[in-house]
Nanobody, 118 residues
Framework: QVQLVEYGGGLVQPGGSMTLSCAAS????????MRWYRQAPGKERELVAH????????NYADSMKGRFTITRDNAKNTVSLQMNSLKPEDTGVYYC???????????WGKGTLVTVSS
């Protein structure tokens, strides 16, 4: 059974930091690229960060560059998102996503809420 479980959400003050983690099971983690998405209230889900299957390649949405860092540990089947200098507009539900190109497979976690507020 495939599972992606996110951890680490909660309330943080503007300018603060938070780390999200995602634990994966039920599939060959090292074969999948991993992504973090977020969905702000009233908005569509957007891609936050991407990391390739080996961890050698990462990419970020423009508004997250320099503030967020995505990493993975293929030995532990985990992916993390370190978020610094958080802003109120970073508020939203953050989702962990696993994607494989061939054959095409994609899995989603249930999300964890991050609220940036004073």
């Amino acid at each position: 059974q495939v599972q992606l479980v996110e951890y680490g959400g909660g309330l943080v003050q503007p300018g603060g930091s938070m780390t999200l983690s995602c634990a994966a099971s039920g599939f060959t983690f090292s074969n999948y690229a991993m992504r973090w998405y977020r969905q702000a209230p009233g908005k569509e889900r957007e891609l936050v960060a991407h990391i390739g299957s080996t961890g050698a390649f990462t990419n970020y949405a423009d508004s997250m560059k320099g503030r967020f860092t995505i990493t993975r540990d293929n030995a532990k089947n985990t992916v993390s998102l370190q978020m610094n200098s958080l802003k109120p507009e970073d508020t939203g539900v953050y989702y962990c996503n696993a994607i494989q190109g061939a054959p095409r497979r994609e899995y989603w976690g249930k999300g964890t809420l991050v609220t940036v507020s004073s």
